[in-house]
Nanobody, 124 residues
Framework: QVQLVESGGGLVQPGGSLRLSCAAS????????VGWFRQAPGKEREGVSC????????YYADAVKGRFTISRDNAKNTVYLQMNSLKPEDTAVYYC?????????????????WGQGTQVTVSS
């Protein structure tokens, strides 16, 4: 089973940028769907962005389209989430997750392996 470790969170001012990293070990991500999810206090965990490594399919939540980009470095077995033009409502704990299947949706209950999460706070 793949193990995931997120990094890159922090405090940033509105309009700023952060890049989150999700380093995977234990297996290659070639046959996985990988996703970034977030959970703000008092809210349900929501899908932010997901991708299939096999064909490059990507999903973005409406709230982040045009601002966030998901990508993968095959050599490093690492998935990234580039977050630009950050807003206070992006504040949450961000989680990386995988499912050993090629799925076409970004729905948290589908995903079986989760990282520990990294806090992103957008505030002036």
């Amino acid at each position: 089973q793949v193990q995931l470790v997120e990094s890159g969170g922090g405090l940033v001012q509105p309009g700023g940028s952060l890049r989150l990293s999700c380093a995977a070990s234990g297996d290659s991500l070639d046959d996985y769907t990988v996703g970034w999810f977030r959970q703000a206090p008092g809210k349900e965990r929501e899908g932010v962005s997901c991708m299939r490594s096999s064909d490059g399919w990507r999903y973005y939540a409406d709230a982040v389209k045009g601002r966030f980009t998901i990508s993968r470095d095959n050599a490093k077995n690492t998935v990234y989430l580039q977050m630009n033009s950050l807003k206070p409502e992006d504040t949450a704990v961000y989680y990386c997750a995988t499912i050993f299947a090629l799925v076409g949706r970004c729905y948290a209950p589908d995903f079986g392996s989760w990282g520990q999460g990294t806090q992103v706070t957008v505030s002036s």
